[in-house]
């Protein structure tokens, strides 16, 4: 599923990839839940770090319970869908998908622009009982529809900031953990981790977009920045990313969340303009061998995690990660 942040390799992180299942499951277990059966479709990999980094740093530990995520005839496995993290990030997917569709109704025209008003209008109910429930917890609901409608003024001022709106609104929602579990003393380190996750969500949309934005005349910073002026923002960003992850006092999961980071940053690395050593090169190289010849996961990819909707090969049971490598990233529908 998307989201800036790439979800671990199963082959390589095979003892941490059960607590990424738990999570991503639990979450979509909290959107069926509290938001209709069609939201669990929501469940994403931007959504299930901000819940696992609440379970990292929770001094308390997780309450897995037995269950499963899409198909209840599958066998159970760990699975938590009712921690403070956990539920916080399924109510902000919501309130993001409201966004969403909020800025297509207004940058689309034609089709798309009625379907993003019918979207909206769908999706209503949903969106009140997420408000709601963000507002039980004094998250600042009001304060970060603000911030996300300044955004156009940013982009008319100056392109260069025009990632503020996104990096606050990410930084609030990150922040907003330490409220939720009681540790006020790391406030301050989960706002700039959760800022730099959002402009780095916002440069990425923007590079992707381009050609459709040049095709429809719409704003892109891309059209009015040097590119190394825009390379450096990216890179400088991508260091406080990784230092402020680095700096968090962590409880557990320590090795999943470095090797999320180090796999993200391969996903993204023409994008984010990082040189390759020639170690890694090599290391690289020597992996993809390897894992060529054991029948290994490909390197560096989001490979499919064992959920219980993972959709085997003809004429074989299981599921693709029970068969080792997938046929190509996210081949399960649950990832």
């Not at 499963?68 to 998908?97: E, K, R």
């Not at 059209?223 to 390379?231: G, N, Q, T």
């Not at 290391?283 to 989001?302: L, P």
Request: glycine content about 8%; overall charge neutral.
């Amino acid at each position: 599923m998307f989201g800036f942040i790439a979800s671990p390799c199963a082959r390589c992180t095979s003892e941490s990839i059960p607590i990424w299942r738990g999570t991503f499951c639990g979450l979509a277990r909290v959107l069926a839940r509290e938001y209709s059966a069609p939201a669990r479709l929501l469940v994403n990999r931007d959504a299930t770090f901000l819940a696992l980094l609440g379970l990292s740093i929770d001094p308390s530990p997780p309450n897995w319970k037995n269950a499963t995520c899409c198909n209840p005839l599958a066998t159970p496995y760990p699975v938590d869908d009712i921690h403070p993290a956990v539920t916080h990030a399924a109510a902000v997917t919501v309130c993001g998908l409201a966004t969403k569709l909020g800025d297509d109704s207004h940058d689309e025209g034609g089709l798309r622009k009625l379907l993003s008003k019918s979207g909206s209008a769908l999706i209503s109910p949903a969106v009140g009982k997420a408000i709601a429930r963000l507002n039980t917890t004094s998250f600042p609901t009001a304060s970060v529809i603000r911030q996300l409608a300044d955004q156009e003024h940013h982009e008319a001022t100056s392109p260069i900031q025009a990632d503020e709106a996104t990096a606050r609104s990410f930084g609030t929602i990150t922040a907003h953990l330490a409220e939720l579990l009681g540790l006020p003393q790391l406030k301050p380190e989960l706002e700039k981790l959760g800022s730099a996750h959002g402009r780095l969500v916002y440069w990425r949309d923007a590079w992707d977009d381009q050609k459709p934005d040049l095709k429809k005349g719409r704003f892109n910073p891309y059209f009015h920045l040097d590119p190394s002026v825009i390379k450096e923002r990216i890179q400088s960003t991508w260091a406080d990313f990784t230092s402020a992850l680095t700096e968090l006092p962590l409880h557990r999961h320590s090795q999943l969340l470095t090797h999320i980071g180090e796999n993200t940053r391969h996903r993204h690395t023409d994008f984010l303009g990082l040189e390759t050593t020639t170690g890694e090169k090599k290391n690289r190289k020597g992996k993809r061998g390897k894992n060529e010849k054991d029948g290994g996961c490909c390197n560096h990819c989001d490979c499919c995690i064992p959920c219980d909707c993972a959709m085997p090969k003809r004429g074989t049971g299981g599921s693709c990660f029970d068969r080792g490598p997938c046929d190509g990233c996210d081949c399960c529908p649950c990832n």
